[in-house]
């Protein structure tokens, strides 16, 4: 798209955020019951739900010995685009990542021999999915009560006219624009993942990875709020007699 | 009568120094029932022992689940809401068979592994202090097989959390012919007893696991391998149905589930049919019915 200016010059992005601001972040949590954990979140328009089973049982073929297996199942839905598609060719690279970057955070020692299941749907495809689902897969691992070393949150950045724009919206990452999602451990503040797709130079780096870093800790803030708003609405019957 | 009541006064003297002495010990760095999210810091004060879900690796101690914080003088533990069972001892439990193995059933209960139910554990025919044979082991089919439910007790738990459990006694066994309502583990409180008989006829095992079984009172006290056969009335059947439905309906809003708020359901549920209790409207209605009776109880 020629002359689409991704920032303009008074500093506001085509949603009308500036640079370093993310879009409004909504979730629920325990959503389906028949899982052990579940979460629906919402990042503007993207909407990814999650599901984690486990950990439970698993056959000896595929158990190892000292910890658990965790089997990540990204998928797009077919409708989550403006363009209706059966399979995203990168569904399974997707999988495999976001299996590595959930092995960082789980305390998968504590169950040696078993499966944790996570499987997460993308259902409205608006920039950011791969974050909205690492950080959709972390709130259901904690619905799952699943013991974690620490939170995941995660947060994709485009680098547009010399600025870094924060949680880029779909017509952000669709440019020509090079786009980095980036995931961290925000009470220890290490960096778990870094995913590009593009090609930009060197030296831009490290300035994107630091403006990812400081979104990253923004959603944890929200998120964790809301997780304990969760907790405190599920456990006020029990705690009342 | 006066020196009675200085003798009582004087107890409480005493148990108010002791409580006070209590709290003296530690300083309260941790309150209890504050909520945590995984990877914040309890506390970074030295000599708190790590319980459960609280992690070991760091120094300081951490929460590794989100949940309330539970205190008990220098153990720390965070209790999250798990829809998962986690076994104690003597926990009474509901669960399936789902393979018959060498020496042992394996039973699903909702845990993270397959619990074992030994045949060592189990009541035979024949006298309790019999020496289990190979006979025995080739007859497991024919006493307990693969979708039969049971009722039993947690007996051990080994280190790698699978339960062992046990049906050593009457009260537990085969459970016959009745209906199983699942619901998260953690809404399930722990009571002196968990299998109760009320006046409507129906049975209520509310298995710590999440499993619930509601039946029919059964006339005889077998227990064991032996399945009641004979047809359940229909007033018994429609009791066990409403029963059911306000099981779900207060477990789908997260309230605890005892006998005494069974019972209180049950009876508020009367102004609806059985059907009209699924939906939605009327299950927040009747929790909101049960719960004020409890209220009342309670002031």
Redesign the interface.
């Known amino acids: 798209m020629a002359g689409l200016e991704l920032i303009s010059d008074q500093g506001l992005r085509n949603d009308g955020r500036r640079a370093d601001e993310l879009r409004g972040i909504n979730c629920r949590l325990g959503v389906l019951k028949q899982a052990d954990g579940s979460a629906y979140l919402e990042q503007g328009q993207t909407c990814v739900l999650a599901a984690v089973y486990g950990p439970h049982e698993v056959n000896r073929t595929r158990s190892i010995e000292d910890r658990a297996v965790i089997n990540c199942q990204y998928t797009t839905a077919a409708f989550s685009q403006t363009e209706r598609r059966a399979t995203d060719s990168r569904s399974q690279q997707l999988s495999l990542q976001l299996q590595r970057t959930l092995e960082a955070c789980v305390l998968t020692g504590l169950y040696p021999r078993s499966q944790i299941d996570v499987f997460v749907q993308t259902l409205q495809s608006d920039g950011a999915t791969y974050a909205a689902s690492v950080n959709a897969a972390a709130l259901a691992l904690v619905d799952a009560a699943v013991p974690l070393r620490d939170s995941v949150a995660a947060c994709s950045v485009t680098y547009a006219d010399g600025e870094p724009l924060l949680d880029s919206s779909y017509l952000e990452e669709s440019g020509r624009a090079p786009s980095l999602t980036v995931a961290i451990l925000p009470c220890t503040e290490r960096v778990v993942l870094v995913d590009s797709g593009s090609r930009f130079h060197m030296d831009h780096l490290d300035g994107l990875v630091d403006s990812a870093v400081r979104g990253c800790r923004a959603v944890h803030q929200v998120l964790d709020t809301k997780v304990r708003q969760h907790v405190a609405a599920t456990s006020q019957l029990i705690n009342r007699w | 009568m006066n020196s009675i009541n200085i003798t009582m006064l004087k107890y409480d003297d005493d148990m108010n120094n002791i409580n006070d002495k209590l709290e003296n010990i530690d300083e309260k760095m941790v309150d209890s029932?504050t909520?945590v999210?995984?990877?914040?810091?309890i506390t970074d004060e030295d000599g708190y022992m790590r319980g459960h879900?609280t992690?070991a690796?760091s120094e300081d101690v951490?929460a590794?689940?989100?949940?309330?914080v539970e205190r008990t003088n220098r153990l720390i533990c965070v209790r999250?809401?798990?829809?998962?069972y986690t076994g104690e001892v003597g926990d009474v439990i509901v669960g399936r068979v789902v393979e018959v193995g060498q020496k042992r059933w394996k039973i699903d209960t909702n845990s993270?592994?397959?619990s074992n139910l030994m045949l060592s554990a189990v009541n035979l025919p024949g006298g309790e202090l019999r020496r289990r044979s190979a006979e025995d082991e080739l007859m497991m089919r024919s006493y307990l097989e693969e979708g039969d439910l049971i009722s039993a007790e947690v007996q051990t738990i080994y280190t790698?959390?699978t339960l062992c459990l046990h049906t050593r006694s009457l009260k537990y066994g085969k459970l016959g012919q009745g209906l199983l309502v699942k619901v998260p583990a953690?809404?399930v409180?722990r009571r002196k007893t968990h299998t109760h008989n009320l006046t409507c006829g129906a049975t209520v095992i509310l298995g710590n696991n999440g499993f619930i079984w509601l039946g029919a009172t059964p006339t005889n006290e077998e227990g064991g391998f032996v399945q009641n056969i004979e047809p359940v009335s229909q007033t018994i059947r429609e009791a066990v149905c409403r029963l059911r439905n306000c099981v779900v309906a207060l477990a789908?809003?997260?309230?605890?589930l005892y006998d005494t708020i069974l019972i209180y359901s049950y009876e508020e549920s009367g102004r609806w049919s059985i059907k009209e209790l699924l939906q939605p409207a009327n299950q927040k209605t009747l929790l909101s019915l049960t719960?004020h009776r409890?209220d009342m109880e309670?002031s």
């Open positions: 029932r909520v999210t995984p990877g914040e810091v879900g992690s690796e951490q590794t689940v989100a949940g309330h999250p809401i798990s829809r998962r993270r592994t397959l790698d959390g953690n809404l409180t789908n809003q997260n309230s605890p719960m409890l309670m």
